[in-house]
């Protein structure tokens, strides 16, 4: 029996001129598929739009840099933006109202309005608002806000009892007192010293127009009192 030829082997010169004609072919066929074309105006809107989150995405990151959580004081993000939990969250409930107590930022902590925030409240008094606009939350009220340490209402992470550090997430302390639940332009000490200096000086002031008025006195009375002068009388 005659032995069938064998096929040639394809050489290596081959082997490339055939993997460059399928990959011409794939390339051809590709540009035949029609793409949907977007207009000028379009394509500029779709550009645009992911330059501004790029350009957002990074201002927020370089923004937060020096940023503190309330909640968990890693520096960062933000206390609504934190992922860290606490196992007690959900059984701490407030002792006034019986209801669970959840953070929330989208009410202001004075009324309770959605429509303001807490800087603007107007049922804010002249001494929660003190220094240059700035709130003095050591003598504030808040009923609608939520503690993120003891998630209990009433008052916030920075007066909570249970915080050590206060409102001096880094360490440090009014530098009139060493108090830590307020700054050193919201001191109670320096304040009633104000006060005090206030009042001296009003007292001050009375003793001295007392004695103006004294003097105005006894100058008036000087004036009144009159020398008479005798006439010299000449004879020729």
């Not at 005659?2 to 051809?28: F, G, I, L, M, Y």
């Not at 006894?218 to 006439?231: P, W």
Request: proline share 3%.
């Amino acid at each position: 029996m005659d032995s069938q030829p064998s096929a040639p082997v394809p050489t290596k010169k081959a082997e490339k001129k055939r993997v460059w004609k399928e990959r011409a072919q794939a390339r051809k066929d590709a540009s035949k598929r029609k793409k949907p074309k977007i207009t000028k105006e379009e394509r500029r809107a779709k550009y645009t739009e992911k330059a501004k989150q790029l350009r957002q995405k990074k201002a927020g990151v370089k923004r937060n840099i020096k940023v503190v959580c309330f909640r968990c004081r890693q520096i960062g993000h933000l206390a609504g933006d934190c992922q860290e939990t606490t196992a007690n969250t959900n059984d701490k409930v407030n002792s006034k109202s019986g209801s669970t107590m959840t953070p929330s930022s989208n009410i202001c902590y004075k009324c309770g309005s959605t429509e303001h925030r807490l800087q603007i409240c107007p049922k804010l008094t002249r001494t929660e608002k003190k220094s240059g606009g700035k709130l003095n939350y050591s003598q504030m009220d808040l009923p609608y806000a939520t503690c993120y340490i003891c998630n209990q209402g009433g008052h916030l992470a920075s007066q909570c009892k249970q915080n050590k550090n206060g409102i001096y997430v880094n360490g440090g302390c009014c530098k009139e007192c060493g108090g830590v639940d307020h700054l050193f332009l919201n001191c109670p000490k320096l304040i009633d010293d104000e006060d005090n200096e206030d009042d001296g000086s009003v007292v001050s002031i009375d003793k001295f127009l007392e004695g103006d008025i004294k003097d105005e006195d006894d100058t008036s009375s000087e004036s009144k009192v009159t020398h008479k002068t005798k006439r010299k009388v000449v004879t020729f």
